[in-house]
Every structure is written in C-alpha cells, then in structure tokens.
T-cell receptor, first 115, second 113 residues
Framework: DTGVSQDPRHKITKRGQNVTFRCDPISEHNRLYWYRQTLGQGPEFLTYFQNEAQLEKSRLLSDRFSAERPKGSFSTLEIQRTEQGDSAMYLC?????????????FGPGTRLTVL | GQQLNQSPQSMFIQEGEDVSMNCTSSSIFNTWLWYKQDPGEGPVLLIALYKAGELTSNGRLTAQFGITRKDSFLNISASIPSDVGIYFCAGQRSTGTASKLTFGTGTRLQVTL
C-alpha cells in the first residue's frame, strides 16, 4: 500500500505525559500537513511542511506542540505535558507537486486519549 | 477555528435515491474539495474543483464549484449502502502555493435498504 501511513493508530496517555506521533507521506509528495479533529467536527489545520521547511502554523499549535520533518520525508508531531483537551484524532496528509498540489491525501489518523 | 457551513447536518435516505448537499462560506475560496470519512478512518478525497462554475463527476458523484466562489455542491445519484458516512467539503484560498484546507462541519449520510 502506498498511501499515507500513521503510527500509532491509537494512544492512551495520562495527563502530563509527552507523546509523539509519526507520519509517512506518499512517496514523492513534498508537502505534508497535520490536522486535528475532535468528535463531531471537521479537521482543523495545525501545520504544514514543504520538504523540510515548516511554512505555516495555526494558532491551535500551542507551545506544547512541535512538529518536525527532518530530511523532508517522514514527520513527527510531539505534544508535551498533555492535557485532557488534547484528546482528538490527529490526521496527517500529503500532496504532490504540479497541478494537483491542492489535493491532499489523508492517513488513517492517530486517536489520542488523555486520561 | 473557522469551519464552513454544510447542510443538511444529517440525512436518512432510501437505497436508490439521489442525494444533494451543499457547503457555504462567508469568504471566497479558489479550490473546493469533497471528502468522505468512515468512522475511525481518515477522510478520503472524492472530487477536486479548481474553477468557478466547474462541474466535475466521479462515478455516481457530481460536484460543482459555485459561481460566487463561496459555495459548492455535491450530488450522489442512486445511493447504495456503502455511501454511508460523513461527507466534508474543504476550501483552500491560496493560488500558486499549496496551503491549509478549511473544512466544513460535515453531512452525515445514512442509507436504508
């Protein structure tokens, strides 16, 4: 399967702990996005990379959140000192170059539960 | 953050019926996308629209980019049970460079036999 992959699919943690999620985009897609989705809502943008450069960050991305994309391939999203309000589905998407650059393809998501 | 308005919020239809849903925004978008999401999974891209007035089909699905660039519509013809799910519209403002999508609130579709 050559789609976007995310790991882990589910994470349960206690409040105050740090968590890290990984996203592997579709091969040769140079744009990578992170979104957060809470129950009953559409996904909300968090941040975006073009290759290894982080080009845009949402105000939703507080100081406790950090995202990296070393070498322009996979990306990690870390949440420090988790809070119950961080419980959500974290989605990763990637898009190709050319005319289809607006077409974002999503992974299956990582469901985070903070107790 | 901002979410686009989708209607209806949910709908029950019988298998074989046609379905229409729409998405509206207070501001202009240059690209409209439609996604379907099943429980516990990520959204799956159905259709992408790039030009005001554009009408694009993908099998039984047809979507239109509104002329005002503030709305978009999705039609599903002859619905089948596997059409069940949540349908999201998403808009993007930028041209020339890719950036974030702004999603709608979703339309939940349930199909009865």
């Amino acid at each position: 399967d050559t789609g976007v992959s995310q790991d882990p699919r589910h994470k349960i943690t206690k409040r105050g702990q740090n968590v890290t999620f990984r996203c592997d985009p579709i091969s040769e897609h140079n744009r990578l996005y992170w979104y957060r989705q809470t129950l009953g809502q559409g996904p909300e943008f968090l941040t975006y990379f073009q290759n290894e450069a982080q080009l845009e960050k949402s105000r939703l991305l507080s100081d406790r959140f950090s995202a990296e994309r070393p070498k322009g391939s996979f990306s990690t999203l870390e949440i420090q000192r988790t809070e119950q309000g961080d419980s959500a589905m974290y989605l990763c998407a990637s898009s190709p170059g050319g005319r289809s650059y607006n077409e974002q393809f999503f992974g299956p998501g990582t469901r985070l539960t903070v107790l | 953050g901002q979410q686009l308005n989708q209607s209806p919020q949910s709908m029950f239809i019988q298998e074989g019926e046609d379905v229409s849903m729409n998405c509206t925004s207070s501001s202009i978008f240059n690209t409209w996308l439609w996604y379907k999401q099943d429980p516990g999974e990520g959204p799956v891209l159905l259709i992408a629209l790039y030009k005001a007035g554009e009408l694009t089909s993908n099998g039984r699905l047809t979507a239109q980019f509104g002329i005002t660039r503030k709305d978009s519509f999705l039609n599903i013809s002859a619905s089948i049970p596997s059409d069940v799910g949540i349908y999201f519209c998403a808009g993007q403002r930028s041209t020339g460079t890719a950036s974030k999508l702004t999603f709608g609130t979703g339309t939940r579709l349930q199909v009865t036999l």
